[in-house]
């Protein structure tokens, strides 16, 4: 005989049944298994401090049944109260002569019509929670010893773990609804913003914008208000597809004014609003127009978030509407703003696009004075337009380059290159360029540039192509300079291997300020607001640069390996470049006394190169060097948590490693490197130390 499980604490998902049949065959076994005149379960209820009944088996008595059913049992009291407050196994071989728990008149009235004698209960535990108790009975003293008591105690674990179990299933099905309801999301606002960067027609984007919020939120209704010039007033623009004819003709006559109704009130706020009942919302004034309006449009629950520009400024609404009062959850009312988000980008853009058409002559005139030479090429690669540039540094006239191919201003030797570029940006994904070259000049000699272009695409069609190409005889001018400058400070190939970092790094921030100057120049006429973005930029390039030489210049200074010794030379170039890089570089010391000199200054060159080598090319975020003893010798690795490479395929010398291994060698020790791909890597050198 069993009975409902009817405690609504323990989990309700559609896997409950799992529950039911585990506790169920609990109770059943139980009073099996343990010969009992009766099984009875329990179950805490809400408000933790009684017990009340929720299985029972092999209880023959439909009189017996009623009393055990209907019994109350506070936590504390009888042989079921005092297993779950001392959460443990009560047994007792007479219930009634047993005064080791506390004694209820009407347990004990109940005990004594149903003749029991011996009881054993177990507390029925779900993780760390007493959710209840299992007990058996019988009219004979001492019915129950240690065996049938273990027993019990593993049925009761058993169902417990059955809960557990089930409780898990439910959390993992909602987690997984939540997930795959928000992957849906994201995935149709990515697609959004797929539209919005390829597609120019506002109307289309703001339509998809539409239909995927009332898909997304299993809307009635749903539509889309820009605002009037004056900001007094929205208009309906765009409306769900699938909407009655007559009703879109309808909404595109109305102007909701700003305050009234819910779009007007979210306008009027700046933020999204929501109402479970449109009918009864207290924010907004009900005057008959607007009455009318909601009844003809069904409108009771509601949900409005305001179309915001980059500054805050209210361009419009978009609304989800609801056919009966429904409450709207706070995550639903945040996709819709991303969704509002999203359409007020598409209105921005189309409107940014006419303004850009607008100034097209001076958007020209700014790209024929550019002292870099802007182009565009079609699908063929021949030029459809030239800046008068091109005279200026290559010595063709741009009328002359018109209608040429791009070989025309290709070295021999860089024409392979430049053939690769363009099979790369005219084919799909259409990647964005950006190299040097050598561009001959009309006279024949070479001229090192540098270009970058990005795809011209049509309806997912490559059309063409557009850039800049950069004269870098004043970059080379400098670096040259910059080289002559490293070589008279250069005593040995580290400060070498530095001055060619000083030259990768600052050398392009310093240029960089050189052409942003100039393009300030240009722009102080003409457009003073760009100037003063090209500032911003500039002062920022002079940020960064001056950090980049501090950084620099600190590991110029040789650390001074024979007065500090190897360790704290470590130590103190792994600070210099933690605090450049941002890189954690921790160091791990372990040598009793000092090697020697000559493995002290190999050891400590290698680990210099290895910390370079990992923020050149392992975009880590952790490095452990340990140094210590091996053998005859002394031991030191350095391991990151990079990008790994193959060791099959990359290019040692690269790297440095045929010099780290040549310092090793040299001393007649060795040099190891361990790397895979995605796997960080290891570079482990020893040298001996007599």
């Known amino acids: 005989m069993a009975g409902t499980l009817t405690d609504p604490a323990l989990p309700q998902p559609a896997e409950t049944s799992l529950v039911h049949e585990a506790l169920r065959h609990a109770v059943d076994e139980a009073a099996r298994l343990l010969q009992a005149d009766g099984a009875i379960l329990y179950l805490v209820q809400p408000d933790g401090q009684t017990l009340q009944w929720a299985y029972d088996a092999g209880i023959s008595s439909a009189e017996e049944r009623g009393w055990m059913r209907s019994l109350v049992l506070p936590i504390g009291t009888g042989m079921y109260g005092q297993a779950v407050a001392e959460r443990a196994v009560r047994i007792t071989h007479d219930y009634a002569a047993d005064h080791s728990f506390p004694h209820a008149w009407m347990l004990d009235e109940v005990a004594r019509e149903a003749r029991i004698r011996a009881m054993a209960v177990a507390p029925l535990t779900v993780g760390d929670e007493i ?10 003293p001492g019915a129950f010893d240690e065996a049938a008591v273990a027993l019990l105690k593993a049925l009761t674990e058993h169902a417990g773990t059955s809960v557990s179990n089930a409780r898990l299933i439910e959390q993992l099905a909602a987690s997984q609804g939540q997930l795959a309801h928000r992957a849906e999301s994201e995935r149709s606002l990515r697609e959004i913003a797929a539209h919005i960067a390829s597609i120019t027609d506002q109307k289309d984007v703001l339509q998809r914008v539409v239909d995927e919020s009332r898909r997304l939120l299993g809307a009635d209704g749903a539509h889309l208000c820009l605002m009037s010039d004056d900001a007094t007033f929205l208009t309906p623009v765009v409306v769900a597809g699938g909407t009655d004819e007559g009703m ?12 009234s109704g819910m779009n007007g009130l979210a306008a009027q706020l700046g933020h999204a609003v929501k109402t479970d009942d449109y009918v009864t919302e207290p924010r907004i004034p ?5 009455q009318q309006s909601a009844a003809r449009m069904r409108l009771r629950g509601m949900a409005v978030a305001p179309l915001r520009t980059q500054r805050g400024r209210v361009i419009g609404t978009l609304a989800i509407s609801y056919e009966e009062p429904r409450e709207i959850a706070d995550d639903d009312l945040s996709l819709l703003q991303g969704m509002a988000d999203h359409a007020a980008i598409a209105v921005t853009n189309t409107r940014l696009y006419a303004d850009l058409r607008q100034s097209e002559e001076r958007y020209r005139y700014l790209l024929t004075n550019s002292p870099d030479i802007a182009f565009q090429i079609d699908e063929g690669g021949r030029f459809t337009f030239m800046s008068d540039a091109v ?10 380059v018109l209608g040429q191919h791009f070989s025309l201003l290709t070295s021999p030797e860089s024409m392979e290159q430049l053939q690769e570029s363009f099979l790369q940006i005219s084919t799909p994904p259409y990647l964005a360029q950006a190299f040097q070259f050598s561009m001959p000049h009309r006279d024949g000699h070479g001229i090192p540039v ?10 997912g069609e490559f059309r063409g192509a557009h850039g800049r190409v950069r004269d870098l005889r004043e970059q080379v001018r400098l670096e040259e300079n910059l080289r002559r400058q490293a070589a008279e400070l250069a005593a040995s190939d580290e400060r070498a291997h530095l001055a060619r970092e ?6 392009q921030a310093l240029f960089s300020m050189t052409l942003t100057t100039r393009s300030v120049e240009l722009l102080l006429d003409r457009d003073l607001d760009a100037a003063r973005e090209q500032l911003a930029a500039l002062r920022a390039l002079e940020r960064d640069a001056l950090a980049e030489m501090r950084g620099l210049i600190f590991e110029l200074r040789p650390a001074n390996i024979e007065a500090d010794g190897l360790v704290q030379a470590v130590r103190t170039h792994a600070a210099a470049v933690e605090g450049r890089t941002g890189i954690s570089i921790a160091v791990d010391c372990d040598l009793p006394d000092r090697p020697k000199l000559e493995a002290e200054a190999a050891l400590y060159r290698i680990a210099q190169e290895s910390i370079h080598n990992v923020v050149k090319h392992a975009s880590a975020s952790k490095v452990l060097v340990t140094i210590g ?12 948590d990079g990008v790994g490479f193959d060791p099959t395929t990359t290019n040692r010398d690269g790297l440095g490693l045929a010099g780290m291994r040549s310092r090793a060698e040299r001393l007649g020790g060795t040099l190891d490197i361990t790397s895979e791909p995605g796997k960080g890597t290891r570079v482990e050198a020893a040298v001996p130390d007599t």
């Open 502 to 507: 000083l030259h990768d790094s600052v050398t």
């Open 248 to 259: 879109r003709d309808w909404l595109h006559t109305q102007q909701f004014p700003l305050g």
């Open 629 to 640: 003893r091996a053998q005859a010798g002394v031991r030191l690795v350095v391991e990151d």
């Open 450 to 459: 540098d270009m970058r272009s990005m795809p011209i695409v049509v309806d």
């Open 131 to 140: 959710v209840g108790a299992l007990g058996v009975y019988a009219g004979r």
């Open 391 to 400: 005279e200026r540094i290559a010595g063709w006239s741009a009328d002359e």
């Open 286 to 290: 009900h005057e008959l127009g607007d």
